[in-house]
């Protein structure tokens, strides 16, 4: 395996990649779409190759030093597989491959043997019934309609789609948020400021979608999602301003409620990455089920 055939991902392999993407990658783990590995490639050093029909993306995870892949998408056939596996044995430390879906372990059972299986519960993405979230139905969602009842009592508000000409209100809530943080250049918070400002400067080159509340004609959350596969949207980004009680859960379920409109049937809202808090909010929304985000650890 050629490290030369390797490149970083840029805007401009939109096209290259995403043609691998939506013709093999059908499950339903969020970071298999283009918008978040360019934007999140400053961060992870996401590069990308194609060999023999199969799309190879190699990154390094923000707990290690080391690059490691992402499950291969495409025909993945025996030859690739062995270089796969002799490029393993040739590291000084154990090759990981994230991202892996049952389907693969299934269908590449002898590769795979290679491998040690590992669960990354801090990684499996939430799916929820979109049905849910945009309608909060039953005992189960009343603190949530409760809190809504009570922002839309204090509150005037209005819903709008994002576009070329309310980004700039898009980046004055961003501002706002974050400038109310104390932001270590290493911490998660600086790495998603900048994925989430990449997204919203190039928000038309991508398949985005997204949502912009104001609060008495003011700027104050929006989101971010798009297509994820022919059932589910992702939500990528949701981001209110904390002063108005009841905000994020407004945003969430306008987000859904679009969602739903647009057909789809599931919501995938991304990993909790182990943080407390945010697993906590995660699951008082009731997924429907947890996608898992297997890993293959190499067996040296």
Not at 155 to 180: F, G, K, M
Request: charged content about 20%.
């Amino acid at each position: 395996m050629k490290e030369s055939s390797f490149k970083k991902i840029t805007i401009e392999d939109q096209q290259a990649i995403e043609f691998y993407l939506h013709k093999y990658s059908t499950f339903c783990l969020s970071a298999f779409t283009f918008s978040s590995l360019v934007a999140w490639e400053s961060i992870f050093h996401y590069q990308w190759a194609v060999m023999e029909d199969t799309l190879l993306i190699k990154f390094v995870p923000l707990e290690k030093k080391q690059e490691h892949f992402m499950q291969p998408l495409g025909e993945f056939p025996p030859n690739l597989q062995q270089q796969i596996i002799h490029h393993a044995q040739s590291l000084g430390y154990a090759l990981t491959i994230f991202g892996i879906s049952n389907a693969f372990l299934a269908k590449y059972s002898e590769f795979a043997s290679h491998f040690v299986q590992a669960e990354h519960r801090d990684m499996d993405n939430y799916i929820y019934l979109a049905e849910d979230l945009a309608l909060l139905p039953g005992k189960k969602y009343q603190a949530k309609r409760n809190l809504l009842h009570q922002f839309e009592k204090n509150h005037t508000w209005t819903s709008e789609n994002i576009s070329v000409e309310n980004i700039p209100a898009c980046l004055e809530v961003i501002n706002t948020i974050y400038s109310q943080q104390e932001l270590d250049s290493n911490s998660f918070l600086a790495f998603e400021l900048r994925a989430l400002t990449f997204i919203l400067t190039h928000f038309p080159r991508f398949q985005e979608m997204g949502i912009l509340i104001r609060i008495n004609a003011k700027p104050a959350a929006f989101s971010i999602f798009e297509h994820l596969n022919s059932s589910t949207a992702v939500v990528h980004f949701e981001k209110a301003i904390r002063q108005y009680k009841g905000l994020y859960q407004l945003v969430n379920r306008e987000t859904a409620k679009i969602i739903l409109k647009k057909g789809y049937k599931y919501i995938n809202r991304e990993e909790d990455l182990g943080i407390e808090g945010l697993r906590k909010t995660k699951l008082s929304y009731h997924p429907l089920e947890l996608c898992p985000a297997h890993a293959l650890v190499f067996k040296r």
